[in-house]
């Protein structure tokens, strides 16, 4: 049993230690781990442990940050080259992001570039731990173009030579599109340092070359996307050759009746915040794309216009794509994401090669920001059986997952792996099991879907299997308390099948019922409050519903495939996928907001739904076509994400209002997209995507999908975890 829970002598509950703020999550114990995490992927050691060089020298910069502090004096030495090609004439900058005290952004050291793109940049760097580290930045200027990189720590770079180009200059930009602030790159504290992980995912910032996650399998030549970030890279190239690019790339980024960028840095970050760019309503074809076959240097690059200039980021767990038995995945339902960035997965099924039966997965899966496995993951035990949507992180870091038991048919005629449908399972912060072997069973549970903690530490699960809603409070399964949300269904056959949970800013939780098409709303208590019809004044708001997220203000979206039937566990309803749309309830009122439900925007079969930190609204689709009752399934149009616009129309392109859809009628779509049942998104801004199925599987023989995706830069940042309605971190918002 945990340390944060004892056992009443007297009456065998578990009670939770008074004191909450001695069990706050600390994830300082696993500071090594997190290192050692980043030492798997030569991508990541290229980032934080040893891109640049930092020797000691003589000479002090003109420009000192923190002037009077104790400092080291070192000298940057490196290449500034565009297309292959040295740079001469650059005015190469370093900057130093302060993520605490001090100056927020400060210039450390300033040198021209030689005839060979050569420079040596003398600067002073206050002596600090690595606690305060700053971020360190470089910026070459030369007329209309500004090249960036992101270095990283600088008390984790190391000795060796550092290069700017086209391509850390897009990797920057993108990794950091969230935090350009015209010249200046400024953020929360641990949003900006994941995206330095990030950004060398995309780029070595040593030698200025494609990064190795961005380069090798399930990525290089698996997807679109190095071949869309080669085609960002020639644009950038396009600028360096003619100042008449620039002006057309600047025109291009700029939102719709508003001004255009100021820099290349900008204009990028731009293009991952907009990726449809954002005048695509208004101009016929894609400028960025022209711009990009002006000048194309690196290649493979796109042959024609993609619906979007995301980049989004394949990862398995290893340099493999392949499913097979050794694979870290398979099927991951959701994510939950802590407070530093890091990504905590439930797995449907025990990974198994295609074609082959794939019994309850029985592991918990644990990412760096940076998307790589945490040394000690996968984790087991706890009761672990074929978890389906719900995961969560209470305030204390623990980690909840429903036990939805996901099974290929054949598993339930095995005794001993045959899943259960009847539990929770808890896991420390560390990753060790809390709850027993079978998990906790308390209350009802019946094959649950939606698992959430409250901000009170109330853990609540949508029983999709007999149609109530179970809450442990304060964690405690043996208070637990079980809500009808309708009368009693018969054996087997739920008639509403609540699925998503999310509660709004009064503390209440409001349950999708998938089969039920309505919302059920039940207080911080437990008392069943209302229940919301799927029809509104005639018109039909609801349909199909599986997921919910609040707003910044705590008002509710669903998302409504207009075809899941959730196997909970019969099927037998499942909708047409013909009108597939989001509704947006009034939080005080609890009616649909004007325009209800809103389509467009590439919705095909919305599962999992986000608000991001600007209050826009992402849906993420179960593919682009139903699993027809045969098994059958379309696999030739991939996949895409959908994005509306949210109550802040402030945050939306000029012109939009609430439920207008920002993507175009394709969705961003991408080739590494596949079957998503939920996303998160993380203090940087990425959005984790769930893989969940394969395109094209047998839906009855292991469909599950052995993958996830991020988007890097594509979303307002949240305060993680998200508990309670989203936070964000800009005041401005």
């Known amino acids: 049993m945990s340390a944060n829970k004892v056992r009443h002598e007297s009456t065998g509950q578990i009670m939770r230690n008074p004191s909450r703020s001695t069990r706050l999550f600390s994830r300082a114990s696993l500071g090594g781990l997190a290192t050692a995490a980043l030492a798997i992927t030569a991508l990541a050691i290229s980032a934080l442990a040893g891109p640049t060089a930092l020797t000691p020298a003589g000479a002090a910069p003109a ?122 790159i400024d953020g929360n504290k641990y949003g900006m340092r994941n995206a330095a992980q990030m950004a060398a ?100 690059a796109l042959t024609t216009a993609p619906t979007n200039w995301l980049l989004f980021l394949t990862f398995t767990g290893g340099p493999y794509s392949t499913q097979d038995s050794d694979n870290l995945i398979n099927g991951i339902g959701n994510f939950a994401i802590d407070a530093k960035g890091y990504v905590w997965g439930n797995d449907n099924a025990e990974p198994a090669p295609e074609g082959s039966i794939a019994c309850a997965g029985r592991r918990l899966l644990q990412f760096s920001p940076s998307g790589q496995p945490v040394p000690g993951t996968p984790y087991f035990g706890g009761g672990l059986s074929g978890a389906g949507y719900g995961i969560t992180l209470d305030p204390d870091g623990h980690v909840w997952v429903g036990n939805f038991g996901f099974q290929d048919p054949p598993c339930a005629l ?109 207080s911080p208590r437990g008392k069943l409050l209302d229940t919301l019809p799927g029809t ?23 998302a409504n495939s207009d075809w899941l039937d959730s196997p909970c566990p019969t099927r037998t309803q499942l909708g047409t996928a013909e009108n597939p749309s989001i509704t947006l309830f009034r939080k005080n009122t609890r009616t649909p907001y004007p325009g209800s439900p809103f389509t467009g925007g590439g919705l095909t079969l919305p599962w999992g739904i986000a608000v991001d930190g600007a209050d826009t609204v992402w849906a993420f689709n179960f593919g682009n076509s139903p699993v027809l009752p045969d098994g059958s399934q379309p696999t030739d149009v991939p996949t895409g994400i959908s994005r509306f616009c949210g109550l802040r129309t402030a945050n939306c392109p000029r012109g939009l209002t609430v439920g207008d859809p920002i993507t175009p009628d394709t969705g961003y779509r991408s080739d590494s997209l596949e079957r998503i049942t939920g ?45 309670g309605p989203p936070v964000s971190f800009s005041k401005r918002r």
């Not at 900057?95 to 570039?113: D, E, I, K, M």
């Not at 293009?271 to 240097?297: H, K, N």
């Not at 599986?546 to 008002?555: I, S, T």
């Open 536 to 558: 509104y004044r005639g018109k039909t708001v609801l349909s199909h519903p599986v997921a919910n997220a609040a707003d910044l203000e705590g008002n509710m979206w669903v």
């Open 63 to 184: 420009d000192t940050a923190r002037q009077g502090a104790a400092s080291e004096d070192h000298v940057l030495t490196g290449l500034v080259t565009g297309g292959g090609t040295g740079l001469a004439g650059y005015r190469v900058t370093l900057f130093a992001a302060y993520l605490g005290q001090g100056p927020r952004w400060a210039r450390l050291g300033s040198a021209t570039s030689g005839a060979s793109g050569h420079f040596d940049l003398a600067y002073s760097l206050p002596k600090a731990g690595p606690r305060d580290s700053p971020l360190l930045f470089l910026q070459a200027r030369r007329g209309k173009v500004m090249l960036a990189s992101a270095l990283g720590p600088a008390a984790s770079l190391g000795a060796g030579n550092v290069t700017v180009n086209e391509r850390t200059t897009v990797a920057t930009g993108t990794a950091y599109a969230q935090f350009v602030r015209g010249a200046r």
């Open 201 to 300: 995912n995309l780029v070595d910032p040593a030698t200025g070359a494609v990064g190795g996650v961005l380069a090798s399998i399930p990525n290089g030549s698996k997807t679109s996307t190095l071949a869309t970030f080669n085609s960002l890279t020639n644009i950038v190239d396009a600028c360096i050759a003619s100042g008449q690019s620039c002006s057309d790339l600047f025109a291009a980024t700029a939102p719709p009746g508003g001004r255009p960028s100021r820099n290349v840095l900008q204009a990028v970050a731009a293009i991952a915040r907009f990726p449809s760019y954002p005048a695509y309503r208004m101009v016929p074809g894609d400028p960025l794309f022209e711009l990009s076959q002006r000048t194309p240097a690196n290649t493979p």
């Open 679 to 723: 996303a998160e998104i993380d203090p940087s801004g990425n959005i984790w995507i769930t893989n969940n199925w394969k395109l094209g599987a047998d839906p009855f023989v292991n469909p599950f999908g052995n993958s996830f995706v991020v988007a890097v830069g594509a979303a307002a940042p949240l305060k993680t975890p998200l508990i």
């Open 414 to 522: 095995r005794p001993l792996v045959a899943a259960q449908h009847n539990s929770v399972s808890e896991f420390g912060p560390d990753g060790h099991p809390i709850s027993g072997d079978h998990g906790y069973t308390d209350g009802n549970i019946s094959w649950p879907q939606g698992t959430i903690s409250d901000l009170n530490g109330n853990i609540w699960l949508a029983n999709c299997g007999n149609d109530t809603v179970t809450m442990y409070p304060d964690g405690d399964p043996s208070r637990a308390v079980n809500v009808p949300l309708g009368p009693t269904p018969p054996a087997h056959e739920p008639q509403l099948k609540p699925f998503g949970l999310a509660p709004d800013a009064h503390g209440n939780i409001w349950v999708v019922n998938n089969r039920g098409n309505s919302v059920s709303v039940v």
